[in-house]
């Protein structure tokens, strides 16, 4: 079954840009009509849709966040990955990828996930 891993810094400085890459495992990501998500959730709090990246590369970006966020892809290392710029404490959360298998689908799977922490 396919597996995906987080991989990126666990502590960030305030105002720096945050790169958190998913590797896919079992399954490529440009196989019809996967969508690629980041997911996160602060402590104590909900999960929070961030963005994807489809199997087209076409990309989407919550509103909230469009801003500061970019989601890109490497084809040949099978991997996407998440730029958020200008972290703040607020951006402290465990981060998450997940495939869901069409664009009005739910996940279905999800990588371990990736505390990252912003703080001096």
């Known amino acids: 079954q396919v597996q995906l891993q987080e991989s990126g810094p666990g502590l960030v400085k305030p105002s720096q840009t945050l790169s958190l890459t998913c590797t896919v495992s079992?399954?490529?990501?440009?196989?019809?009509?996967?969508?690629w998500s980041w997911i996160r959730q602060p402590p104590g709090k909900g999960l929070e849709w961030m963005g994807a990246i489809d199997y087209r590369g076409s990309t989407y970006v919550s509103p909230s966040l469009k801003s500061r966020t970019a989601i890109s892809r490497d084809t040949a290392k099978n991997q996407f990955t998440l730029r958020l710029r200008s972290m703040t404490p607020e951006d402290t959360a465990v981060y998450y990828c997940?495939?869901?298998?069409?664009?009005?689908?739910?996940?279905?799977?999800w990588g371990g996930g990736a505390l990252v922490t912003v703080s001096d």
């Open positions: 079992n399954g490529s990501i440009t196989t019809n009509y996967y969508y």
């Open positions: 997940a495939r869901k298998s069409g664009r009005e689908l739910p996940m279905d799977y």
